[in-house]
């Protein structure tokens, strides 16, 4: 029984792998007895030690060179080739893929070939073409490779090394810092190009002519250089805006001028790449104030070193600040700017802030400033006033009194000591009456009557 649910479990997988040849059978160094049927063919049952094995190597075989290059951070990402070993067919590094398509997605994730530049397995006039796993030394013990290839007459070029990265930062970047070196281990009597690209989508492409290296033809090609002859590039891609999870893509395509026999071997090597954070910010005015407050900018900016910023008057920007001179460097987030170009200016002002990092990307952002007062003298508002008379006096008999009011800048409130009622105690203002009801508990009292009125400055 255990025998038959491995056998289901492999049938299963094995359906899967459609790159696999089919076989008749499957064998091992220990078979069980009993065939079983899987899927209309015969197989012989493997036991559990080594149905394990085969699983794993399959699993391992399907997806090795699938991973990206993860940039998980503003530091750099390095690749040196080292790990693909010895092997002439090595695995390639995570993200990187070859072949004579410019297409991410239609490159293959090995070497053809192995071929140091000295010693057992060294290269020579007559070597194959192909793509190398390529050793500075002993092909089957120098642990410095490099990818590259070697064109002839059937393994033609156009040739590509292309490699997908993966934005795992969190955060948006907005430009990379790349670096790597060409190197050249056999001469050839042709010509060859290589130039570099970068994209967003694996298959569309945009020239980045800084990591482009020509080599002319030499005059044979039977010189082996040991150690390999080495060409540093270094460029930033700026202006980018590589969401979080997104991907990005490099591409190194090598040509042969006219043909593609008598090749020279040439790989990459000693691959950097760092992430910038994407230069985003915003920009608040908050206006000048009386007496004598200046009008300042807060600038909320990324919380990253290797900023600075400048100012300048009108809609665009008009300074010269670049990445190596001018600016004002950002000390803390949010930066906060209290001098602008022209002191004192207009109300209505209008100012371009420019921000910029290390490697030279920039934002610019417009603000206007409504108001920067200079020297001002505040001023209070007219004081409050009421009056409040009454010409009725104590007249035998009465059962109310009529109180004249006049009230200014302020609204009046009025109350009595009396257990009569008044007709209103709000006196709005201008001029009015209110009438006062007597009470039977009045009588013998001396009737006091108080208007109040606030004072909006707090006097």
């Not at 004579?100 to 006039?125: F, I, R, W």
């Not at 089957?140 to 934005?167: C, K, Q, Y």
């Not at 080495?230 to 590589?242: A, D, R």
């Not at 006196?427 to 013998?444: E, F, H, P, R």
């Amino acid at each position: 029984m255990e025998s038959s649910r491995q056998l289901f479990l492999l049938c299963r997988f094995t359906n899967k792998l459609k790159h696999k040849r089919e076989r008749n059978h499957i064998f091992s160094n220990k078979v069980l007895s009993h065939p079983l049927s899987c899927v209309g063919r015969t197989v012989q049952v493997l036991s559990s030690k080594f149905l394990s094995v085969f699983l794993i190597s399959q699993i391992a075989f399907v997806f090795a060179g699938r991973a990206q290059m993860a940039i998980s951070g503003f530091s750099a990402v390095t690749q040196d080739f080292n790990g693909m070993g010895s092997s002439g067919t090595a695995t390639l590094p995570a993200g990187f893929r070859v072949g004579s398509s410019t297409t991410y997605s239609s490159g293959t994730s090995a070497t053809t070939l192995a071929a140091g530049s000295t010693g057992t397995g060294v290269l020579s006039g007559s070597s194959s073409g192909g793509t190398y796993n390529f050793a500075s030394g002993i092909t089957g013990t120098s642990t410095d490779r490099a990818l590259g290839f070697l064109t002839s007459g059937s393994f033609t070029s156009p040739r590509s090394i292309m490699l997908e990265i993966s934005n795992t930062t969190g955060k948006t970047i907005g430009s990379l810092s790349i670096s790597f070196d060409y190197e050249k281990y056999r001469s050839g009597s042709r010509a060859f190009d290589w130039t570099f690209f970068s994209g967003t989508d694996g298959s569309t492409w945009t020239a980045q002519t800084d990591g482009n290296q020509s080599y002319p033809a030499d005059a044979n090609n039977t010189v082996i250089s040991n150690p390999p002859l080495s060409v540093s590039k270094s460029l930033n891609i700026t202006g980018l805006n590589i969401a979080p999870n997104e991907k990005f893509y490099l591409r190194w395509t090598i040509t042969g001028v006219g043909g593609s026999s008598n090749g020279q071997a040439i790989g990459i090597d000693n691959f950097s790449v760092t992430a910038t954070e994407r230069v985003t910010f915003t920009a608040t005015v908050t206006d000048g104030a009386c007496p004598n407050v200046a009008p300042f900018i807060t600038l909320d900016v990324p919380a990253a070193t290797g900023y600075k910023y400048d100012i300048t008057t009108g809609t665009s920007y008009s300074g010269s600040m670049t990445a190596a001179a001018g600016g004002t460097a950002i000390t803390s987030d949010p930066q906060t700017e209290t001098v602008f170009p022209s002191t004192p200016a207009a109300a209505g002002s209008t100012y371009t802030i420019r921000l910029i990092n290390a490697t030279g990307e920039f934002k610019d952002t417009t603000v206007t400033v409504l108001g920067i007062p200079g020297n001002c003298t505040p001023t209070c508002a007219s004081p409050p006033s009421v009056d409040i008379s009454s010409a009725d006096g104590c007249k035998k008999g009465a059962v109310s009194l009529s109180i004249s009011y006049t009230a200014a800048n302020g609204t009046a409130t009025l109350s009595s000591n009396g257990a009569g009622s008044l007709s209103t105690t709000s006196l709005a203002a201008g001029s009015g009456n209110v009438t006062y009801t007597l009470n039977n508990s009045d009588k013998g009292k001396k009737l006091r009557f108080i208007a109040v009125i606030a004072d909006p400055d707090g006097g």
